[in-house]
DNA sequence: CTGAAAGCGCTTACAG
DNA sequence: CTGAAAGCGCTTACAG
């Protein structure tokens, strides 16, 4: 691919160097920080630089100084419904360094993946963040051995691999909702969970029965339900059930929040107070949780964080820091809301 | 930054070269695919080079060729509701070209822009997309000068600048959706359009205004509201005082999916049959759509095909191509479902 | 058809 | 503290 990028001669360091009757040696030593220059020359260049407008080529530092201050996203999925906040994660950690991302896009292919990680490679990344844009999983190693680039794991983990894998603590996210209801005075607590096939899906079941049983309010397996897709169309569906059991729940915990749209739907048709009568909780916080009515309190999935985390351990592992097989999971945040606390909600 | 990558020693064109017995030039020339190798050296070197796994290093061809097959995307958020699936269309368009992109994130922010900018600049890219992911609409030019840079915008515009702006064609999509609403054999057709300060949305009264006027069936003033928000509640809202009219709509087009939710939950609570008593028609195409019962018909942005056409023109502008300030707008699709057209659905 | 030489724009020991 | 020289790994005229 031929460039049509040259219509102005750039400024290069020669340039500066003789305008400022130095060496180039010596302004590179003042571009790069270096203590071993006098201070008037620094001054000096410092000017130069300014006046001519320079600015350093990049490709050409990359090239000598072998590295590029650039990491790459390698995502398999592109319009993964967590893949934009986890993007922008890494790059506001990529950003504080001057670090530059690339993005690709394998589309869960492994032959596509291994062209990109050719491509990534070829093109001398200093690292990679290996991501999927929908839901914590084991995956196998790189499609394309990586004896030589530091990479991490944002939410998919590999067990093979000696790299940390950045996740969610869903566990933990769990705790969080389990403890909030029972701290507003709830004891029959309602369960509607996601697809057995995610692992999200234990987690938050694990978090919620131990806080539960540790309080002596135990989950009862009568008020537990498995959805079959995580939409609100199967949240009302299962709300429903809840709701006409002989011993309704006060409280319905769903685990994300399309589920606990739909239970909000529910309540109010039967008429009930929301949350007087039945308090609510999602899981995920996407912005929809907001716009209920009433507002919906959520546990917040860290995509932000995790996504920063995933770019400072990379960044760390750049720059010389060891790395060893380990999963980090960021822990999530209870968003309180009126659907839990607040001035009570009648049916429209 | 420094760099922690390099453990094995990289095979380099020299490598290559002496094992094969021939010059670094003709290694390049063979792998530049040049004419002027003899069969059987060409042979030789190709055997070579997959023998040693040898693969160019791509920083050291950038400086030198003075391109690094790299473009950038630079939006003003990387989380807005479209920027997925126009950066999806172009990372579709550069990998077909085998160029790689870069992403960066100005939040907006002329200052962060110019940053990015003269990041980008720095780093020698090939050109820029500049996006916005959220609406239509004018701008400024690049926060710093691109005298020897190509660029193209996407999804906004700016009306100074000599290069091209992809658009998605509104009125062409509300020209859609009004046909098909008059080719199912409706005319009082009730429209729920967005808020005023958004450029679609005069737009898409302009489409359907036209096509409903040169169908003898002219809209009636009675029938368009103008919603203050996007939301389903506002389409909620409006769609009911349509309903309740003396006359009310025999159709309802909603200028985003969420709109025409509300109006399908509006006409659900009235007891009225879709399609059979009102049909519903949103835009967007979001993934709710479908979704919906029933699902939803509704014109779909192309926003792909606009991260693809945004791509496609600007590469071919770095390969030379020239440019100039221009418009395109991309078409809209319509997505036929049950609520216009179906088995007939009653209130559940 | 092939190769020696120069050079892209920097940084890095090293000598003084 | 400063600079001459070498070199990062390629490609590009150019000579033969």
Redesign the pocket.
Known sequence: MASANSTAQ?????DVASVA?????????V??DR????????QRVLDTIARLG????A???G????HTDTIAILTDDLEGIFTNALMRGVEDAASAYDVSVLLANSYGDPDRERKHLRRLLDRQMDGLIIMSGNRVRPRSGPALPLPATPYVFLYEYAATEPVPSILPDDRGGAVLAAQHLLDIGRRRIGFINGPASWEATADRLDGLTATLAAAGAPLRPALIRHAASWSPQDGYALATELLDAPEPPDAIFGASDDLATGALAAIHERGLRIPEDVAVVGFDDRSLAVHQRPPLTTVALPLLEMGRVAGQRLLEAVNGGQQRHELIRVPCELRVRASTVGAGHTPR
């Open positions: 750039r400024v290069t360091i020669r009757g130095v060496s180039t040696a010596t302004v590179s030593k571009l790069n203590p071993d220059v006098g201070p008037e020359v620094r320079y600015r350093p080529n490709v050409a530092r090239l000598r100084a072998r």
